[in-house]
T-cell receptor, first 113, second 116 residues
Framework: KQEVTQIPAALSVPEGENLVLNCSFT??????LQWFRQDPGKGLTSLLL?????REQTSGRLNASLDKSSGRSTLYIAASQPGDSATYLC????????????FGQGTRLTINP | KAGVTQTPRYLIKTRGQQVTLSCSPI?????VSWYQQTPGQGLQFLFE???????NKGNFPGRFSGRQFSNSRSEMNVSTLELGDSALYLC???????????????FGPGTRLTVL
């Protein structure tokens, strides 16, 4: 059974810092991995998708890496801003054609001005 | 391009009632998945529909059901509501087939269900 863990559960940093959020999964046989952002009471916004054959993906100040062999992914946020405050979730897709994402519990990020 | 829409956004029901939630996917997407989000359990997969057929199902009781129409819009139904069904219900759409990128899922704003 695939399990996804995110550490830390919460993180508070001053504005401008670079930071790393961690995601680990127990079964390395994944099809892809997605990082999402969720604002309080809202839906999920897709940030980055990494295919199983890729090592990393970049979008603006965000960079996500994937190491399937160790079952880990990291989300790097550069030059953090107060608007980055949200809960960040990683999710793995196990099998092509089976749209069942398995989510971690998320990291609640607070950027202090 | 319009995103995933869900209606209604908020619902208040009492125990024993039933409820129907609706999801309209992004135009051209054929897969719709439903998830339940609670503070204790996080995000859990309910089921997925692709081209009007249920393709995957999570570990939820039979009170939770769904369907998909020919235009890919989907509905989920919960019968005999229990207090523990209070949650944010999210739907996600994707192309649902083909390459890995085509399986990227896009979520709607959710329906907040409160059971009293």
């Amino acid at each position: 059974k695939q399990e996804v863990t995110q550490i830390p559960a919460a993180l508070s940093v001053p504005e401008g810092e670079n930071l790393v959020l961690n995601c680990s999964f127990t079964d390395s046989a994944i099809y892809n991995l997605q990082w999402f952002r969720q604002d309080p009471g809202k839906g999920l916004t897709s940030l980055l998708l990494i295919q199983s054959s890729q090592r990393e993906q970049t979008s603006g100040r965000l960079n996500a890496s994937l190491d399937k062999s160790s079952g880990r992914s990291t989300l790097y946020i550069a030059a953090s801003q107060p608007g980055d405050s949200a809960t960040y979730l990683c999710a793995v897709l196990r099998i092509q054609g089976a749209q069942k994402l398995v989510f971690g519990q998320g990291t609640r990020l607070t950027i202090n001005p | 391009k319009a995103g995933v829409t869900q209606t209604p956004r908020y619902l208040i029901k009492t125990r024993g009632q039933q409820v129907t939630l609706s999801c309209s996917p992004i135009s051209g997407h054929r897969s719709v998945s439903w998830y339940q989000q609670t503070p204790g359990q996080g995000l859990q997969f309910l089921f997925e529909y692709f081209s009007e057929t249920q393709r995957n199902k999570g570990n939820f009781p039979g009170r939770f059901s769904g369907r998909q129409f020919s235009n890919s819009r989907s509905e989920m139904n919960v019968s005999t509501l229990e207090l523990g069904d209070s949650a944010l219900y999210l739907c996600a759409s994707s192309l649902g087939a083909g390459t890995s990128v085509m399986n990227e899922q896009f979520f709607g704003p959710g329906t907040r269900l409160t059971v009293l």
